[in-house]
């Protein structure tokens, strides 16, 4: 990964004469942007740039990872071949390749680096705001400054899942975007807590933060900030499904065909680099899968791991102690033995959780439910250690096969009338029963951790998004901490809101609508954890 910092001075600040550098001009504005930097440095400790323009408005600033072209040309900030068009970009942009033989082929971009980041330059050139991005897969955040005359503008924009991360905010005359809000400090932001966005929720169900007047970009969005001083954050992707009541055509075999076919193309994408990449390999099925697929790859279509043309495929797992009961370490070993492949093993235990937890919150710039995200934090140390700056990872493998244990009551919730000849669609009877064990095992999955606020709490008002997208609310909002434990004028101010509105009206009135009456509420529930938990 990569970060930055942007400082944009909107059009009201110009007119009146006051530069982006809160008075020191742009050698103020640029120590401040290095300073900004610094905070951030763990995102890429491999170089740093700063480029501010003429008239001192915009201010880019970029600390790199480097992934794809590691020599100077691949610096950012970027620009394109006649100076006017301006990028930093963090994360990667796939199928980079192909893209490139086409932009320069079929429409003679002249490209300035082998950066695969560059993409976002030549795309925006060709293409244009916002079809350009449509042209993009990959996982990235980016701010982009078009200088040309009569079509200024800056636009920030997010991948589709909100794999990177893309905040910002306004101070004064100042619109102030970064990779992590640590990095507006040195810009003169003085950070206040959220306290409505951290009783209601909304720091992790809509584009608030824990911080006051910090937004998030959304995934799949841009904010486009025009020279007239306009800032509009704009849906440019949305996950979409099949309406509920649709015939399903393929056959089993097909379906399987599909999902191996674009599981191996996806696989093969992110092997493009110019570093070595490893995996992280649990004792689940998603990242072995992975582990499978590239240990495939390697040995039988010769395709490079990286910048390494090897058949032995380096894994790292982590170890818990085995009276934890979260010790899957032996399964992992099991399946780097069956599949031939390098581990490297991390213990965590109490102790190093307890040492690890500050650094861990840091980074994360939010608090967690549990101490997952510590031990992730910790495992993260392993590849840079032994040389490996890319890592392919089973994250998203739940969240699109509902995998995760509160999925399987939604599944079962109505028939499935895309396949009407299937058991559990042919016996309501079967289902409903079925349906009732799995809601009760998963409040029980949560009564156990404790998680109980909600259990017992009915609903205040009926959802237009339907009864399935409410009891998804319930599961998002199991480790929301109850109202009791924040303090009484709190309470008090908060009184009767129902954090299940904060949820819901996340959504847009036309998603809720397709919740109620054309998703099936497997696919509802699906799509509020891609939203609201798996990008946060």
């Given at each position: 990964?990569?970060?930055?910092?942007?400082?944009?001075?909107?059009?009201?600040?110009?007119?009146?004469?006051?530069?982006?550098?809160?008075?020191?001009?742009?050698?103020?504005?640029?120590?401040?942007?290095?300073?900004?930097?610094?905070?951030?440095?763990?995102?890429?400790?491999?170089?740093?740039?700063?480029?501010?323009?003429?008239?001192?408005?915009?201010?880019?600033?970029?600390?790199?990872?480097?992934?794809?072209?590691?020599?100077?040309?691949?610096?950012?900030?970027?620009?394109?071949?006649?100076?006017?068009?301006?990028?930093?970009?963090?994360?990667?942009?796939?199928?980079?390749?192909?893209?490139?033989?086409?932009?320069?082929?079929?429409?003679?971009?002249?490209?300035?680096?082998?950066?695969?980041?560059?993409?976002?330059?030549?795309?925006?050139?060709?293409?244009?705001?916002?079809?350009?991005?449509?042209?993009?897969?990959?996982?990235?955040?980016?701010?982009?400054?078009?200088?040309?005359?009569?079509?200024?503008?800056?636009?920030?924009?997010?991948?589709?899942?909100?794999?990177?991360?893309l905040v910002y905010t306004r101070l004064g005359s100042k619109l102030l975007l970064a990779s992590e809000a640590k990095a507006f400090l040195p810009l003169g932001w003085k950070p206040r807590w959220d306290v409505r966005a951290i009783v209601d929720a909304g720091w992790m169900f809509d584009d608030r933060t824990l911080f006051?007047?910090?937004?998030?970009?959304?995934?799949?969005?841009?904010?486009?900030?025009?020279?007239?001083?306009?800032?509009?954050?704009?849906?440019?992707w949305d996950s979409e499904y099949e309406d509920k009541s649709k015939l399903e055509t393929r056959t089993i075999d097909e379906m399987v065909s599909g999902v191996r076919e674009r599981l191996i193309e996806s696989v093969r994408l992110r092997l493009r680099a110019d570093v070595p990449v490893g995996i992280y390999l649990s004792?689940?099925?998603?990242?072995?899968?992975?582990?499978?697929?590239?240990?495939?790859?390697?040995?039988?279509?010769?395709?490079?791991?990286?910048?390494?043309?090897?058949?032995?495929?380096?894994?790292?797992?982590?170890?818990?102690?085995?009276?934890?009961?979260?010790?899957?370490?032996?399964?992992?070993?099991?399946?780097?033995?069956?599949?031939?492949?390098?581990?490297?093993?991390?213990?965590?235990?109490?102790?190093?959780?307890?040492?690890?937890?500050?650094?861990?919150?840091?980074?994360?710039?939010?608090?967690?439910?549990?101490?997952?995200?510590?031990?992730?934090?910790?495992?993260?140390?392993?590849?840079?250690?032994?040389?490996?700056?890319?890592?392919?990872?089973?994250?998203?493998?739940?969240?699109?096969?509902?995998?995760?244990?509160?999925?399987?009551?939604?599944?079962?919730?109505?028939?499935?009338?895309?396949?009407?000849?299937?058991?559990?669609?042919?016996?309501?009877?079967?289902?409903?029963?079925?349906?009732?064990?799995?809601?009760?095992?998963?409040?029980?999955?949560?009564?156990g951790a404790g998680a109980t606020a909600y259990e017992d709490n009915a609903a205040t008002s009926p959802s237009m998004a339907g009864v399935g997208a409410t009891a998804m609310s319930d599961n998002l909002l199991a480790w929301h901490p109850t109202a009791t434990i924040f303090a009484p004028w709190l309470q008090s101010r908060?009184?009767?809101?129902?954090?299940?509105?904060?949820?819901?009206?996340?959504?847009?009135?036309?998603?809720?609508?397709?919740?109620?009456?054309?998703?099936?509420?497997?696919?509802?529930?699906?799509?509020?954890?891609?939203?609201?938990?798996?990008?946060?």
């Amino acid at each position: 990964m990569c970060g930055f910092s942007a400082c944009i001075l909107l059009l009201e600040a110009s007119i009146n004469g006051s530069g982006g550098g809160g008075g020191g001009g742009a050698k103020g504005l640029a120590a401040d942007l290095q300073a900004s930097l610094r905070l951030i440095t763990h995102r890429g400790p491999d170089d740093t740039g700063i480029w501010i323009s003429a008239n001192e408005q915009v201010g880019l600033a970029h600390c790199r990872l480097s992934i794809n072209d590691l020599s100077s040309a691949g610096r950012q900030p970027l620009h394109n071949s006649d100076d006017r068009i301006h990028a930093v970009v963090n994360g990667e942009i796939y199928d980079y390749d192909r893209l490139r033989h086409e932009c320069e082929t079929l429409q003679n971009y002249p490209f300035q680096s082998d950066s695969d980041s560059e993409l976002v330059l030549a795309l925006y050139s060709i293409y244009g705001a916002p079809d350009f991005l449509t042209h993009l897969r990959g996982e990235f955040a980016f701010v982009l400054y078009d200088a040309r005359q009569g079509a200024q503008r800056v636009i920030a924009a997010r991948d589709r899942y909100g794999i990177k991360p893309l905040v910002y905010t306004r101070l004064g005359s100042k619109l102030l975007l970064a990779s992590e809000a640590k990095a507006f400090l040195p810009l003169g932001w003085k950070p206040r807590w959220d306290v409505r966005a951290i009783v209601d929720a909304g720091w992790m169900f809509d584009d608030r933060t824990l911080f006051r007047g910090v937004r998030k970009l959304l995934p799949g969005h841009y904010l486009d900030i025009t020279e007239h001083d306009d800032v509009r954050q704009v849906k440019y992707w949305d996950s979409e499904y099949e309406d509920k009541s649709k015939l399903e055509t393929r056959t089993i075999d097909e379906m399987v065909s599909g999902v191996r076919e674009r599981l191996i193309e996806s696989v093969r994408l992110r092997l493009r680099a110019d570093v070595p990449v490893g995996i992280y390999l649990s004792g689940g099925i998603d990242s072995s899968a992975i582990a499978g697929i590239v240990t495939e790859l390697a040995r039988k279509e010769k395709v490079k791991i990286g910048n390494e043309e090897a058949t032995r495929v380096t894994c790292f797992s982590v170890a818990f102690p085995e009276t934890s009961g979260f010790d899957e370490s032996h399964i992992a070993e099991r399946t780097a033995a069956w599949l031939g492949v390098k581990t490297i093993k991390k213990t965590i235990t109490e102790e190093t959780l307890a040492q690890d937890f500050a650094d861990a919150v840091f980074h994360c710039e939010h608090h967690h439910f549990d101490l997952n995200f510590v031990a992730k934090f910790a495992l993260s140390t392993l590849p840079r250690e032994h040389g490996v700056k890319v890592v392919l990872t089973g994250e998203g493998a739940d969240e699109h096969f509902a995998g995760y244990p509160y999925f399987p009551a939604e599944f079962l919730r109505e028939a499935d009338e895309a396949l009407p000849d299937s058991p559990l669609a042919q016996n309501s009877g079967l289902r409903s029963a079925m349906f009732t064990a799995a809601e009760r095992e998963m409040k029980a999955i949560w009564r156990g951790a404790g998680a109980t606020a909600y259990e017992d709490n009915a609903a205040t008002s009926p959802s237009m998004a339907g009864v399935g997208a409410t009891a998804m609310s319930d599961n998002l909002l199991a480790w929301h901490p109850t109202a009791t434990i924040f303090a009484p004028w709190l309470q008090s101010r908060q009184g009767s809101h129902d954090c299940r509105r904060t949820v819901l009206d996340s959504h847009a009135s036309d998603v809720q609508a397709k919740m109620r009456s054309q998703w099936h509420p497997l696919h509802t529930a699906m799509y509020m954890w891609n939203k609201n938990a798996l990008p946060n």
